[in-house]
């Protein structure tokens, strides 16, 4: 009996994965906003209504995403932290946070929608600055370990400054041709570790 439980709920937990991935594919193509459940649905290859066992509204299905992005971010993040010390030099720092931003955005396309939500104050923004904030702090304490004179405030500060510079060269990073795209990469990383110095 309790083998059998755990395979549903195993086969629960994948279901919602692959709604998940269902809907970041719809997200990457027609924004959240237009998302509709629906589409979720006929993506994933399932009947609406088997779908709303999961998820009850887009809504949920949000909040789903940002859970999911916010545990693999974390996990990338802790590995990063974990790797600093003073004597890693700032530019190997700079280096894998613009690689990883450009590897993670071919590969998850709707975590950049997310991250360039509207200010229009609904839950897609707020779902937006939850991820901001987040990546900010986790900036700012890579920061402090290799300046530990850097006041919390001032590395919150620079953190936010330095995912703003990301957010703003993405977009022309990822639809450029494969040279000026790498040109762009070597200008972002040079932008960065000048501001960061």
């Known amino acids: 009996m309790a083998e059998r439980t755990v395979r549903r709920q195993a086969r629960g937990l994948k279901r919602m994965e692959e709604i ?31 779908l709303y066992q999961f998820f009850r509204n887009k809504e949920e299905i949000l909040d789903g995403l940002v859970s999911r992005y916010t545990d693999d971010r974390q996990e990338f993040w802790a590995a990063r932290l974990a790797e600093v010390t003073p004597d890693v030099p700032l530019e190997v720092l700079v280096g894998q946070l613009v690689d990883e931003s450009v590897r993670f ?16 104050g609904d839950r897609f923004a707020a779902a937006s600055q939850r991820l901001h904030e987040d990546i900010a702090r986790r900036i700012a304490g ?24 990301v957010k703003a060269v993405m977009p022309m990073i990822t639809t450029a041709a494969p040279e000026r795209s790498a040109q762009l990469v070597d ?3 040079l932008v960065l570790l000048r501001y960061l110095s």
Request: without cysteine.
């Open 187 to 189: 200008e972002l990383k």
């Open 105 to 120: 955005k071919s590969s998850s396309p709707a975590y950049w929608s997310l991250l360039h939500g509207s200010a229009t």
């Open 20 to 50: 998940l991935d269902a809907a970041e594919l719809v997200i990457a193509e027609v924004g959240y906003p237009d998302m509709t459940t629906n589409q979720v649905a006929a993506r994933a290859g399932m009947s609406p209504g088997s």
């Open 142 to 165: 890579m920061l402090r370990l290799l300046r530990p004179e850097l006041t919390e405030n001032r590395a919150l500060l620079m953190g936010t400054m330095t995912l703003s510079v």
